[in-house]
């Protein structure tokens, strides 16, 4: 897991440790010292850690002028134990919506397990939005299955063409406008 950074090809157009407006603003990273570990593997030491200690994400993106951030995890998203949403809620979406983030994309390729909990966050989140989104992009087929088998479903967009994006090919605008459209088509249904 150590080998599998966050990617970093629009660091040239967004860093989050340079963005004040970021819940990781001034955040010092090392590129040799590997300092968190999901269970008994290191993970690279750019992903940021957020207050849980089996999922970390990095924010590619935030785009206040139109709204919307593309955020990439890696790990086990677990809200039984750890309660991994309401540390993303509270320490990181919750930033961003009070600097009018309303939508919102989640890369999920590097989410290996979800363990549920209760929905409620999720559906804060939901609430929070106003007119936005949140949609999960490249989750693996068994951690879609499970937000599905609990409900989740019902406050984030995910599957179907959601799970099959080659996000890379993009940049960042041409990314949220391919979702946005995606999204629209979906919630327009």
């Known amino acids: 897991m150590q080998d599998i950074e966050p990617y970093y090809n629009w660091r040239h157009i967004y860093i989050a440790a340079e963005d004040e407006l970021s819940p990781f603003y001034e955040r010092e990273y090392s590129e040799f010292e590997y300092t968190h570990h999901i ?3 290191a993970i690279h030491p750019q992903w940021d850690d ?3 200690e089996t999922l970390f994400i ?3 993106i935030a785009d206040y002028d139109e709204g919307f951030a593309i955020i990439e995890l890696i790990g086990e998203w677990n809200d ?3 309660n991994d949403i309401m540390f993303l809620k509270r320490d990181i979406i919750d930033c961003m919506l009070q600097e009018g983030i309303r939508k919102f994309i ?3 390729e590097n989410v290996l397990n979800f363990h549920a909990s209760d929905d409620s966050y999720y ?3 939901y609430e929070d939005l106003e007119d936005g989104w949140i949609a999960f992009l490249n989750f ?7 937000f599905e088998k609990n409900n989740i479903d019902y406050y984030i967009l995910l599957g179907g063409k959601l799970n099959n994006v080659a996000w890379r090919t993009y940049n960042p605008t041409q990314l949220f406008n391919t979702i946005d459209n995606v999204v629209t088509k979906r919630i327009g249904n």
């Open 39 to 41: 269970y008994d593997y």
């Open 50 to 52: 957020m207050g849980s």
């Open 58 to 60: 990095k924010i590619l």
């Open 80 to 82: 039984c134990i750890n």
């Open 106 to 108: 989640l890369i999920g």
């Open 123 to 125: 559906e804060e989140w």
């Open 140 to 146: 693996r087929e068994h951690v879609l299955r499970e």
